[in-house]
């Protein structure tokens, strides 16, 4: 049976996806921040499968597109960073994974607009760049999004941990 600590993780990752669904300024979003935060936190068993599916199901009502293997990849190198984030969590840490997999996902997603999206942008060197251009405010609300949602996570899980022992993590002699 899962313990109280897992079903903290899992309730904060689903309200994450879910908070998808009301109304918000474009890109200014928990998904980056889930990844992470469930990387950082759930069991390595489950870091992955949590936030995908919660990321998933929230997809399946916002709608699917063509750019989704890359915001997939980048979900993944997310929660890969929280993974690594587990035995180093800082302020200091977290804040430098947060603006690496928001640097990141602009690089990467982006890209994925200029190769995928036919007659949007040229398939030339000045297309890409002129797709990147144009993402840049898309950009910056996405940083806020990631740093907002980033500290409202491992922010108010931390101060959970603190008040309740039965979630801090348990140390485990790793084999």
């Not at 709608?63 to 690594?84: D, Q, R, T």
């Not at 999206?117 to 060197?125: E, I, N």
């Not at 405010?137 to 922010?155: C, H, I, K, N, Q």
Request: with cysteine; net charge positive.
């Amino acid at each position: 049976m899962a313990g109280v600590r897992f079903w903290w993780v899992a309730g904060i990752i689903f309200a994450a996806a879910i908070s998808r669904l009301v109304p918000h300024p474009a890109n200014f979003a928990p998904i980056g921040a889930m990844a992470l935060f469930s990387g950082a936190h759930a069991d390595r068993r489950i870091a992955f499968l949590l936030p995908f599916l919660a990321m998933f199901g929230s997809d399946l009502v916002i709608g699917l597109h063509s750019e989704l293997p890359f915001v997939y990849g980048c979900f993944a190198i997310n929660v890969l960073m929280g993974c690594w984030l587990r035995q180093r969590r800082s302020f200091l840490n977290v804040c430098a994974a947060t603006l690496a997999c928001a640097l990141l996902f602009y690089v990467v997603t982006n890209f994925g607009v200029w190769l995928m999206q036919d007659g949007t942008y040229p398939k030339t060197a000045a297309g890409l760049a002129t797709c990147y251009v144009a993402a840049l405010p898309y950009f910056e609300r996405s940083l806020l999004g990631d740093y907002f949602y980033t500290a409202v996570m491992f922010g108010g899980f931390a101060l959970a941990e603190r008040r309740f022992a039965s979630l801090r993590e348990q140390s485990v002699a790793m084999t």
